[in-house]
């Protein structure tokens, strides 16, 4: 099967994604400055999710410029990736709304874990369709930075009740890790 409708669907369940995050936003009742003030929590939660959905796009974009032919496992593994992206907006209003309480960081923490987990199991099953000596395998290599994000959501999951503000700051770390595009797999197509 051809790469190309699970490229085109992916990007667009993305985009909507991204849409509806920030469609969360409401209009102040006034037009001053202070009536923003009461949006800084949902702001700054879309910010974070906009940097997540965004890396998520670009590294899928990278990965799948390794991949030659998808089959029922790839596609599979791909919707499961989408299904736990298309959570992030849920997450973020209620992180923004809640301004960061805690069971809503641990949910946000949980969704982001379980979106990690369906990235890597993505990865794993078109390195197993295009073997083990593939261009995507040998750029991910032995994928220290997926682990080290795995182990650093878990501990933020785990801290969310003794301090919700560190578990804000572990996932913004694991974002900034990400943000510069994949350059494992960069490096192959330059």
Known sequence: M???RLEAFSDGVLAIIITIMVLEFKIPKT???LALKPLLPIFLSYILSFIYVGIYWNN????MHTV??????????NLHLLFWLSLIPFATAWIGEHHFAPFPMLIYGFILL???IAYTILQLQIIKKHGDDSEL?????????GKASLILYVIAILSTYYHEAFSAVIYSLVALMWLVPDKRIEKLFD
Do not use: E, P, Q, R
Request: with cysteine; hydrophobic share 40%; charged share 25%.
């Open 31 to 33: 037009a001053s400055f």
């Open 114 to 116: 379980f979106c990690a």
């Open 68 to 77: 030659k032919k998808v089959n029922g496992k790839i596609l599979w593994a």
């Open 2 to 4: 051809n790469k190309n």
């Open 60 to 63: 899928h974009h990278h990965m």
């Open 137 to 145: 395998s040998k750029a991910i290599g032995k994928d220290y930075k």
